[in-house]
């Protein structure tokens, strides 16, 4: 029985090793070439004028966020669509159902006015 988990444990390892690993690898090979225009803020390249410091509304990171829960809704519903024939009565309802939670909170935002570019 320990031997069926050997396979998730190995990918748990490795998941958690590559990050470090390649960060390290990143850190060892970086060239160091230290300098004032590397140090020197980047705008353009213009010299900023007055504070740098600009605080974004909320709307413009709830609207991206719509759009990605959406966007993995359709990848969702694209590979479901593919085995439609296959899958059968209780695959459909799930999907069902799965919609209808996204018609939800759909509905939610757009009543928040999540959907609203200001």
């Known amino acids: 029985m320990l031997h069926d988990y050997a396979n998730i444990g190995m ?24 300098g004032v225009e590397k140090s020197m803020p980047y705008e353009c390249g213009v010299d900023t004028v007055g504070t740098t410091w600009v605080q974004f509304r909320i709307s413009y990171f709830l609207y991206a966020l719509i759009f990605v829960v959406f966007d993995v ?3 969702f ?8 024939q296959q899958l059968g ?3 459909f309802i799930e999907m069902f159902v799965f919609m209808m939670v996204l018609v939800i909170g759909l509905g939610y935002a757009w009543n928040k006015g999540g959907l609203e570019w200001k």
């Open 11 to 34: 990918l748990l390892v490795i998941a958690l090793l590559f990050p470090f690993l390649a960060l390290g690898a990143s850190y060892i090979i970086q060239p160091r070439r230290p």
């Open 73 to 75: 809704e359709t990848i």
């Open 77 to 84: 519903l694209y590979l479901w669509a593919i085995k439609f």
């Open 89 to 91: 009565l209780a695959a």
